[in-house]
T-cell receptor, first 112, second 115 residues
Framework: SQKIEQNSEALNIQEGKTATLTCNYT??????LQWYRQDPGRGPVFLLL?????KEKRKERLKVTFDTTLKQSLFHITASQPADSATYLC???????????FGKGTRLSVIA | DTEVTQTPKHLVMGMTNKKSLKCEQH?????MYWYKQKAKKPPELMFV???????INESVPSRFSPECPNSSLLNLHLHALQPEDSALYLC??????????????FGQGTRLTVV
């Protein structure tokens, strides 16, 4: 069966450390993978998109990797801040006219 | 304008009421979506409109009725809902083209409570 798993429901880290979130999938063949941030009671906000032929993508303090052999994406936030506390969703983006499929998300808490 | 605007932000309705959720974007996006999200769950796709035509209906009960009057507007008409339909309803848009998803822009959502 098809599954998307984000490593843990919740992750607590100390301010200044690097947060690493994991997204694993089975029985999907995404052409792209997207990461979103969602704050409580608000809509998701797009962060980064990475293509299947890209190994790594960076944007300011964010870094995403995509390993299609391992069927895994890692999402890193370096020098984390309390303002980074939110739920982070990965989304698989297939070929053609197929909508995004979202993972359940990881709730990140950055402690000062 | 890079926003997707949803109204109302909150809605409480009885099981016999009829109400509508509204969504508007002025980014020229040609794909618009309705998602339903329950607490601590991922967004679940309900409907997709591509170039103002309904292209995907994820087996949603007929008490939810979508409408796309023009390329900037998306409505979701609600009738005879059940308490389990209480959720955050999210509208999103994306540029469309060869594939539906590039980056999706989400609205702030409508928090719906059915009593």
């Amino acid at each position: 069966s098809q599954k998307i798993e984000q490593n843990s429901e919740a992750l607590n880290i100390q301010e200044g450390k690097t947060a690493t979130l994991t997204c694993n999938y089975t029985n999907y063949s995404p052409a792209y993978l997207q990461w979103y941030r969602q704050d409580p009671g608000r809509g998701p906000v797009f962060l980064l998109l990475i293509r299947e032929n890209e190994k790594e993508k960076r944007k300011e303090r964010l870094k995403v990797t995509f390993d299609t052999t391992l069927k895994q994406s890692l999402f890193h936030i370096t020098a984390s801040q309390p303002a980074d506390s939110a739920t982070y969703l990965c989304a698989l983006d297939m070929r053609g006219n197929t909508p995004l499929v979202f993972g359940k998300g990881t709730r990140l808490s950055v402690i000062a | 304008d890079t926003e997707v605007t949803q109204t109302p932000k909150h809605l409480v309705m009885g099981m016999t009421n009829k109400k509508s959720l509204k969504c508007e974007q002025h980014m020229g996006h040609r794909a618009m979506y309705w998602y339903k999200q329950k607490a601590k769950k991922p967004p679940e796709l309900m409907f997709v409109y591509s170039y103002e035509k309904l292209s995907i209906n994820e087996s949603v009960p007929s008490r939810f009725s979508p409408e796309c009057p023009n390329s900037s507007l998306l409505n979701l008409h609600l009738h005879a809902l059940q308490p389990e339909d209480s959720a955050l309803y999210l509208c999103a848009s994306s540029p469309a083209g060869q594939r539906l998803n590039t980056e999706a822009f989400f609205g702030q959502g409508t928090r719906l409570t059915v009593v």
